[in-house]
């Protein structure tokens, strides 16, 4: 009988590999197009530079905030007891970086020049801010992962030097916590900013962006990595959650959820006071337009209120599925978030002509071509996360070994 | 003994990321100048285009494009309807305005679109990456991409002109830059821009009915200072703050009822 649910699991588990080994073929021979055939292949246009690509940057990079938190939480505020989530947040929060350079690649005209990022410097720009901060930080994840590849029982019995050389890399965690929350505080928020400082694009053009931003990327980053160790724990017996501790967190994400309600709501409201030319069509296209259904349904029903209930209500939080479900919505309303950010500014065209408040209109819808290898990206984080689960046991909350790992982590902070 | 090995060691170690770090900030300083203001200069380009005798026939769009090499699908310089007056069709043309506050610098993460000492905003066609962060910031729509690589001639050569510039491949935006080759030259020949046509931009110089005039600024008799100084001018988009180096001047009452 065991042996039977067992053979089953292992279909499953091989099927899932399957549909994700092969959105990413399809990914990367969609993507071989776009590097030999260029950008033309996209429906991105002149009035619509920005799409589906930006949109999967900056959901996966808001995504992964999950690590920075929960590291500054265990490494900063001394909550030991989130060291295991925190664990997986590292590993989720690497992939996810990942997945923003790999689009990001596809997104740049010239993916020859990406160095180029590095190189040329134009500190005034919020991008370059952006870039510099994202390519640390990534730097920093990859320090931060080393000891969960370096733990793997299979890396310590191949590779015993290599594996505790990695290990050994987790004395350091407190102060990478340091690091990461500076880097994270300073890009999750101005890539709000990115938008934010733009003149020409009256909707973006307010300061709240960037609150509006972290905030989302705090309550979305936190539900993923919750519900990644739910899912896991219930599909695979490699992963092992404490389900308080994952109650608690899925909590923090209710209150967080209401103070991006709060901010969101003035955000909005303040908007609709005095007529503003292309910021007041750009509201109109979220609350009665194109966008509508993803802003209303989207972002706030299904991404902020239902959650907010579900999670802050303890009878609903305290079962595993609703708060699965809604720690779920979480993660859609951000998405749906960060795409009606994207095009709300560019769907609205300002005029240039004088004594014209004349506004019009432009509509983008991703390629085929754009879908397939934005598909591939996030098959190749699942991909990667699963994979995470299976061998390096990015979700487990009942070795103890942790524990004293963290304890010589405090040792050697406090000792330097 | 001991202690002596580390120190020199130490002092080594010292030695080399001193010189690791000096060598890496002058190689980075070096590629920024490459395409950085070059010190000051004693001019500022600018442009006035008169609305009341532009006809909207476009043959600075296609000087433009043959001058420029480019492709039949981007316009650095585009004409458009501007409404009526006095019962006929009005037209604005639009190139670059090179602003002095140029939103696309200022957002440009490598430094690819840079300003010169005299007021033209370029592109470092070798140093862009194409993340369009310039065309989302630019309130003039002045900026094209290259979605598509341009092969093949150029159906406005040679009708309208040779090209001067090479051409841009696919990939990076690209944008008027107020026939900087032309200015370059041209001043190297001893020319006066504005004043005679090889030193001044090929739209000014294929308008025909003289609705382009470009000079510089600080030269309080070029016709631009003139011109300015004596009918009322606006620019585009003045609200933002970007103080375009284009002059409009609107059409006068008086020359259309006369």
């Known amino acids: ?57 900056l959901s996966s990079i808001a995504l992964s905030a999950g690590a920075f938190l929960l590291c500054a939480a265990v490494y900063l505020l001394g909550l ?62 990859a320090v931060e992962a080393a000891p969960i590849v370096g733990q793997a029982i299979w890396m310590q019995q191949r590779w015993p030097r290599l594996a505790r050389r990695l290990e050994s890399l987790h004395r350091f965690a407190p102060y990478l916590a340091v ?65 308080h501790l994952l109650e608690r967190l899925a909590q923090i994400v209710g209150w967080i959820l209401v103070g991006y309600l709060y901010f969101r709501f003035w955000d909005a409201f303040s908007m609709t006071y005095t007529y503003q030319p292309g910021r007041t069509e750009g509201l109109a296209v979220l609350t009665s337009g194109p966008l509508a259904l993803n802003f209303w349904v989207g972002e706030i029903v299904v991404g902020a209120l239902i959650p907010t209930v579900l999670l802050l209500n ?70 990667a996360i699963t994979l995470g689960v299976r061998y390096f046991n990015i979700v487990e909350h009942e070795e103890p070994e942790h524990e004293t790992n963290i304890d010589k982590a405090y040792a050697a902070a406090s000792a330097d | 003994m001991p202690d002596q090995a580390v120190d020199r060691r130490g002092f080594l170690k010292t030695i080399v990321a001193a010189v690791t770090t000096y060598l890496g900030v002058r190689w980075v300083k070096d590629a920024s100048a490459s395409s950085g203001p070059e010190g000051s200069s004693p001019h500022r380009w600018a442009m ?98 290259n979605w598509k690589a341009f092969t093949g001639p150029n159906p406005a050569v040679p009708e309208w002109g040779q090209p001067e510039v090479e051409r841009r491949p696919r990939g990076v935006a690209e944008k008027c830059s107020f026939c900087y080759q032309r200015i370059d030259r041209g001043m190297a020949l001893g020319l006066t821009p504005g004043v005679d046509p090889e030193a001044t931009p090929a739209c000014v110089v294929a308008c025909p009915v003289g609705a ?47």
Request: include cysteine; aromatic fraction near 10%.
């Open chain 1, 314 to 383: 303890t009878r609903t939080r305290s079962k595993p599925t609703l708060r699965m479900l809604a720690l779920g919505m979480v993660v859609i309303g951000l998405v749906a978030y960060r795409w009606d950010v994207t095009l709300a500014g560019q769907v609205v065209v300002m005029s240039y002509l004088p004594q014209s408040t004349a506004t019009m209109y432009t509509h983008y819808f991703p390629s085929l071509i754009e879908i397939l290898t934005g598909a591939g990206v996030v098959a190749y984080g699942l991909m």
């Open chain 2, 48 to 145: 006035v285009i008169d609305q009341q005798a532009c006809t909207g026939c476009g043959y600075c769009t296609l000087a433009c494009r043959a001058h420029n090499d480019v492709p039949p699908w981007i316009s650095w310089n585009t004409v458009v309807e501007a409404g009526e007056y006095g019962g006929e069709t009005m037209y604005l043309a639009r190139p670059c305005m090179h602003c002095d506050h140029p939103a696309c610098v200022e957002v440009c993460m490598v430094g690819a679109s840079y300003k010169r000492a005299d007021g033209i905003v370029m592109m470092d066609y070798d140093k862009c990456i194409g993340c369009r962060y310039c065309e989302v910031a630019c309130p003039y729509r002045a900026r094209s991409f």
């Open chain 1, 1 to 57: 009988m065991k042996a039977r649910i067992k053979s089953i699991r292992f279909t499953r588990f091989q099927t899932w590999l399957f549909i994700l080994a092969s959105l990413m073929v399809a990914g990367v021979i969609a993507a071989f197009v776009v590097f030999t055939q260029g950008l033309i292949v996209t429906n991105l246009s002149d009035l619509v530079p920005w799409g589906l690509w930006i949109t999967i940057d």
């Open chain 1, 80 to 141: 030991k007891r989130f060291q295991p989530v925190a664990r997986t947040a590292t590993f989720i929060g690497l992939i996810g970086y990942s997945m923003a350079v790999l689009t990001l690649l596809l997104d740049i005209g010239r993916p020859d020049r990406f160095w180029h990022a590095l190189v040329f410097w134009n500190p005034h720009s919020v991008l370059w801010e952006v870039t510099m901060c994202v390519c640390l930080y990534l730097t920093v994840l």
């Open chain 1, 179 to 243: 690091a990461g929350l500076l880097l994270s505080m300073l890009h999750q928020s101005s890539l709000g900013a990115t938008f934010g400082v733009l003149k020409a694009r009256p909707i973006w053009y307010r300061p709240g962006l960037s609150v509006l931003f972290i905030i989302s990327a705090a309550a979305g980053g936190i539900s993923f990595t919750t519900l990644i160790s739910m899912l896991t724990a219930r599909l695979s017996n490699k992963a092992r959650v404490d389900d």
């Open chain 2, 212 to 258: 382009r005039i470009f000079g510089d600024l600080n030269d309080p008799d070029s016709k631009v200072s003139q011109m300015l100084k004596s009918i009322p001018s606006y620019r585009l988009r003045e609200d933002l703050g970007t103080e375009p180096r284009v002059y409009y001047l609107h059409v006068r009452d008086q020359e259309v009822n006369a």
